[in-house]
Structure formats: C-alpha cells, structure tokens
C-alpha cells in the first residue's frame, strides 16, 4: 500500500465536517447483539482484536484477543464470572482468504470446587463464598473454587483437523490455572501481581513459542452505551470526550494469546481472524446427580465475533441468532445487510440533516467488512490476494514502512481513516476509537473519499461523528497482555 497517497486523500476527505442540527445514531459493544446469545452470557463474544504486535522488542508477533461475558459488575459475587465448562471457545484464523479456517485455537474450562468446611459445634459443614482468606501470588490456599483451561491448536478443518495441545514452556504441562476475579481489595490485596503469575510463556506445536494469559480484564470497550439505546439522546458533532463511557465500571473475561507471525501466515501477509463459542447439541441440565452430556450429537456455534458492531447494528434483527451460528463461508446469506444497508436509512429517518449516502451496492462496505480494501488509489491494504467475501476481521501482518507497529503514545486512535496504516480496520488494537470510525464509514467517508463511487453519492461524508466517549492508546498497557487489571469487587 502507498501511505503517500493515502494520506493526503484521507487528510483532505476526511478532514471537513457538515453542519447538522440534529443528533445521529451511535453504536454499542458486542454485549447481548442478538436474542438468542443474550441468554447465554457465558458464551457471548463481547469484542475481538488482531494486530501486530506493539510491545518493543516482539515485532513478528500478532496478538489475539477475544473477550467473553459481558457486563461483568465487580461486585458480582459469590459465584463471579466463571467460563463454561461444557462450552468450546475458539479463536479461528483464515490464511488464504477461503473464509475457513485453517487455524483454531481451542479453549476449554474446568472449574473445581475444594469444598472448605468449617467446623462448626463439632460438624464440618461447606463454606458458602470462593474463598476462605486472603490470596496473593505464590499463595492460593484459601480459593475455595479454582478455575483451570487447555488449550489445543487445530491445523484444519476445526472438528476434522489435526488438535495438538499448547503447552507450558516452565514445565510442559497442558494445563494452565486460571486466575480467579478480582473479589476484592481484602481478598486480594495485590490483584495486578497476583494475575501476572498467569501470564504464561507457551510452545505451540509447529510454531516458535508465544504467549498467554487468560482471566478477568477490565472491560476495553469504550460507548456511550445508555444514550444510544435512548432513540440516540447524544450530540454526534459534540465533543469526542464530551460524554459517560458507560463500561466504564465494567470487566470481562479475556482469551489472549501472541503468536509468531510465521505461523499465522500462508505466503499471504494478510490474515483473517474471529471468535466463536459452540454449546453441546444434547446438554443435561446439572443437578447434585447428574453427569453433562459433554458433545453428544456434536457442537453448536451460539457466537460469533470479529468485526465490531456487525451483528448488532448491521444484520437485520430476524437473522441475529442465524448469523451467529453461521461460519464465514456462508456468508452470501447476509450480502443484502451489507451491500444495501438500513442504518444509514434509519438515520436519515430520524434526522433529515444526515442523508443516507446513495452508491449501491454499498462497495466501501463490502470492503470494509467483507473482503479488506484494496483500491487504485490506497494499494493493498488488508485484502487477500483470494479473497472471498466473509465478515471477518482482517490484518496485514507486514511491518515495514508505513505499516510499522506504533508504539503506545503515538498511534491515531482513528487508525486508517487518518493515516495510521497500523490500526482499524487493518485489524484491531485496543485503543482505535471504533465507534467513531465506523460511525463515519457507515456515512460515507471512504466514498467522500472518492475512494468508492462518487463523494456526491455521500453528502453527509464528510462528517466528524462520534458517540461522545473517548478512547486511546492511553487506556492500554504498553505490552502484553495489553488490557488491564479488572475492577475490583470492593475497592475499600
């Protein structure tokens, strides 16, 4: 890709806004997108990320991060946020553009219960809370409940390929301790310290050896979630920091993992990637007596994630459940979503001072979602060299040039749409505002652009949208695992 030409374009296009005297919509996280999932929070995907590596010293690494169960309260004692056992979780990457799978992650969880007792008038009798004392790295006596995972590479087809299990370079082992959430200041004096235990160096068969971490996180995702939901009751030309971001007291539960570049890539340096969550066809529910049925009729995907917002502002409201069963290859099912939108219609419904951009198919769409942009203007940017369209997330692993993985403090949190080759929608890092450029791509930026269609085919392009709550690479650690520590339960 040619960053000389693309950044004048991007500058000049995308650097005027329009007067508007009504508000837009916004969008929310992927918490509860469909009807079905919202059921099922255990296995619901609330974001995805993919990007190169940033942390000093470990560029030719990707990092991968799916976050699941959304909506965590701190105080959300005293079960907390346990995985589900009987569930697969599984992180997929496409390297030809096919929109399969030829590598999955596979993440399964164990929860063991210690049961404490306490004696009691000369009766030992079971304790009612996770944990019977204070915790800290090195000392996890007093955890009442421990919460466990392996993790299996598939090379293939995700049920027919080749499993072989990551293991744990400081003793080999292919089991791996979960840390519990953060109950609490009392409970856990040191939450950041005791969670670092959990960071672990891995060999991944046929791979050199990368990294892991798995456990609770603060919550990443930044919306001005409540007003958005309330008919839009937000400013969209306002402040890009004037408004609540309310996750603000949220966590969730993160997988992630950094890998060699060389083992993602194909001879393409462009990769596709999501998340998704499968349930036991036949599951028996739990009672003292009864044994789960663990995979008896085999999996059924109930999540799906990888681009941010597709499910809940882009596919219709009768094919939510459907598209989060369906795997990428089936994607022709939902091209109308994409290619002729409601969105922008709805928009321009509720406030005649944004019209809906006119160009159909919507083509900036399609490859903004479905198949990376690659235009004569910009050069490659994220398109396969075989693409075939599916909702993926994709990211150019290369890291030369314009491409260069930025550092924490210098990257644009609007990513590509002002300049930074590194960030959104070439893949996803923490801290790419990607409510804000979606927001403006949904407009009609990339054809204000002219870099689809005609900028008269989007007259309300040019605009600076966003939902009002700010986000960056401030908000970031500067290496792995990058989120940060979860809110605690009681911060006294």
Same mark, same amino acid.
């Given at each position: ?6 950044r004048?374009?991007?500058h ?12 837009l919509?916004a ?15 255990k ?5 995805? #990320?993919?990007?190169?590596? #940033?942390?000093?010293?470990r ?13 965590q309260?701190?105080?959300?004692g &005293?079960?907390?946020?346990n995985?589900? &056992? ?8 496409d ?5 399969k799978?030829?590598?999955t992650? /596979? ?6 219960n ?9 009766k ?9 004392g ?9 955890l ?28 080999g082992?292919?089991?791996?301790a979960?840390?519990?959430?953060n ?16 960071? #672990? ?9 990368g ?13 001005n979630?409540g007003?958005?939901?309330d ?11 004037g ?16 890998v060699?570049?060389?083992?993602l ?8 990637a ?9 599951r ?10 663990n ?5 059924? /995907? ?12 882009v ?6 459940d459907?598209?989060?069963g369906a795997?990428?290859?089936k994607d022709?099912q939902?091209?109308? #979503? ?15 001072g944004a019209?809906?951009p ?13 198949t ?9 940017? +994220?398109?396969?060299r ?24 210098? /990257?644009? +949190?609007l990513?590509v749409?002002?300049g ?16 804000d450029?979606?927001?403006?791509v ?13 900028p008269?085919q989007a ?27 979860p809110?605690?339960?009681?911060? +006294?």
């Open positions: 890709m040619t960053h000389s030409i693309l004048p374009i991007v000049a296009a995308f650097g005027a806004a329009i007067v508007m005297a009504t508000a919509p969008f929310a996280s992927s918490h509860r997108e469909a009807p079905f999932i919202s059921e099922l929070p296995v619901d995907a609330t974001d995805f #990320y993919l990007f190169n590596s #940033y942390e000093p010293g560029q030719g690494f990707v990092t991968l991060i799916a976050n699941y169960l959304p909506l309260d701190p105080y959300g &005293p079960n907390f946020f995985l589900d &056992p009987d569930a697969l979780y599984e992180i997929h990457v390297n030809n553009g096919d929109a799978e030829d590598i992650f /596979q993440f399964r969880f164990n929860n063991a210690k049961d404490t007792q306490f004696t009691i008038g000369g030992r009798v079971s304790i009612p809370l996770i944990n019977s204070a915790i800290a790295a090195g000392n996890t006596a007093n009442n409940v421990t919460e466990s995972y392996s993790v299996n590479i598939v090379r293939g087809d995700r049920r027919n390929g080749r499993a072989r299990a990551i293991t744990n370079r400081a003793d082992a292919a089991r791996f979960k840390p519990v959430d109950i609490g200041n009392k409970s856990i004096p040191d939450y950041a310290t005791y969670a670092a235990t959990h960071l #672990y160096n891995v060999n991944i068969p046929g791979c050199q050896p990294r892991m971490f798995v456990g609770q996180r603060k919550d990443p995702f930044v919306v979630l007003e958005v939901f008919l839009i009751n937000t400013n969209p030309l306002g402040s890009v920091n408004e609540t971001d309310d996750l603000a007291d949220k966590n969730v539960t993160s997988l992630i993992l950094e060699p570049t060389a083992c890539t194909a001879g393409d340096p462009v990769i596709g999501w998340t998704t969550a499968s349930l036991p066809r036949s028996v529910l739990k009672t003292k007596d009864d044994e789960v049925d995979g008896q009729g085999g999996w059924v /995907q109930v999540s799906r994630l990888a681009m941010p917002l597709v499910n809940e502002v596919i219709g409201l009768k094919d939510k459907s598209f989060n795997e990428p290859a022709a939902f091209a109308d #979503y994409v290619t002729h939108p409601t969105l922008p219609a709805l928009i321009e419904l509720l406030f005649p019209p809906a006119t160009l159909f198919p919507r083509s900036d769409l399609v490859a903004t979602f479905l990376g942009i690659d235009t004569p203007a910009t050069g490659n940017l +994220n398109q396969p075989n693409v075939k369209p599916a909702e993926m997330m994709r990211l150019n692993t290369r890291v030369d040039g314009a491409f260069a993985p930025k550092a924490k403090g210098v /990257q644009n +949190n990513g749409i002002d930074d080759l590194a960030g959104f929608p070439n893949g996803r890092r923490p801290g790419d505002d990607v409510v450029i979606e927001l403006r949904v407009i009609g930026k990339l054809i204000a652009a002219g870099l689809y269609g005609t008269a007259p309300a392009g040019n605009a600076p949208l966003t939902d009002g709550a700010f986000i960056d690479d401030g908000l970031f650690d500067a290496g792995f695992p990058y989120l940060r520590t809110l605690p339960g009681s911060p +006294n």
